[in-house]
């Protein structure tokens, strides 16, 4: 238990002092502006090319692990949506939003620091391909619900050019993008350029994770909406699960990939899922409740799951003979 504290501490403990002293200092949420930008625009973005730069081409187009991991994600939030729509009796964009809540983990902000922080660089791979395939999808599916929800007509031409457009100009997609390049023609900077990506890479992970406790601390929580009775146990026990299975079952690969996509499927709904329910004016206030209870009650499942792991309860070869 003392290495696994060594993992999750780090990780929630800045959460922790980001949550705090946005407590204790009062700043108004506009003082995140230039942070969140730093991290979303730079640091982040090397972090990715980084990894990816230096990563065989061949590791690089596991087609079998990314169609495994998107359609398990893709479908948590059908079942979630599903049960939206035929239990609680939500709208077309509320259950978007709920889906999204379920199947939309901060792989983002908590992703690269604690897969990395637990299985080191053999996770750069996996995880950069789940963010990027991942986020594409999420790209996807927020303005094609919205779009068939039976709001204002769109032109399926600037529904496209909409989606095309987060997804090709989203500063993580677009790192990954150059990343890749680099890893196929062998490309590697010059020494003064390669530091400075190594020192905005180092301070990525600290960084996000200081934010995304700010971000908590900013958005106190006033009522425990009653679709989370639902959407908490999709999203930090059967969304990993079923990743957890599907991996196991539909192909043989790494244990570090399977592991790394399962700790990713167990992380709390992304901060992101309240940015989109702000962009649509839908579940806002319990969009934000989701992040924060998730968040906290992460501490607890993602202890287990590392535990889990670490200890052998967990095979990465379950369907193995």
């Not at 504290?5 to 929630?12: Q, S």
């Not at 596991?62 to 495994?68: A, K, L």
């Not at 592991?259 to 962009?279: E, K, R």
Request: glycine share 6%.
């Amino acid at each position: 238990m003392a290495e696994i504290a060594g993992l999750v501490f780090p990780l929630f403990g800045l959460i922790l002092l980001g949550y705090l002293t946005a407590r204790i200092t009062k700043q108004p949420a506009e003082a995140m502006g230039w942070l969140n930008t730093f991290i979303i625009y730079v640091a982040l973005p090397c972090l990715f090319f980084k990894l990816l730069s230096k990563t065989p081409i061949e590791k690089l187009t596991s087609w079998e692990f990314i169609t495994t991991n998107v359609s398990t994600t893709f479908v948590i939030f059908l079942m979630v949506y599903a049960i939206a729509r035929l239990l609680v009796k939500a709208t077309t964009p509320e259950a978007t939003i709920q889906g999204l809540a379920g199947a939309y983990g901060n792989i983002g902000y908590m992703g690269p620091g604690i897969a990395l922080l637990t299985f080191g660089e053999a996770a750069a791979v996996p995880l950069a391909l789940i963010f990027c395939f991942e986020n594409v999808l999420h790209f996807i599916v927020a303005p094609t619900m919205m779009a068939l929800s039976g709001g204002k007509e769109r032109h399926v031409a600037a529904l496209l050019g909409q989606i095309a457009k987060k997804v090709f100009l989203h500063p993580f997609i677009i790192a990954t993008i150059v990343g890749v390049a680099a890893a196929i023609i062998e490309f590697t900077p010059p020494t003064p350029i390669e530091r400075l990506i190594d020192y905005l890479a180092q301070a990525a992970a600290p960084c996000a994770l200081f934010a995304m406790g700010v971000t908590l601390a900013l958005r106190p929580l006033k009522r425990v909406p009653v679709e989370l009775t639902f959407i908490i146990p999709f999203n930090l026990v059967v969304h990993p699960v079923l990743m957890y299975l599907s991996l196991s079952w539909f192909g043989d690969f790494d244990p570090v990939w399977v592991y790394t996509a399962v700790l990713l499927a167990a992380l709390p709904t992304a901060t992101n899922v309240f940015v989109i329910a702000q962009q649509y004016g839908v579940w806002v206030e319990r969009a934000s409740a989701a992040v924060l209870l998730t968040t906290m009650l992460s501490v607890l499942t993602v202890t287990l799951l590392l535990y889990a792991m670490t200890t052998g309860l967990m095979p990465a070869d379950l369907f193995v003979n």
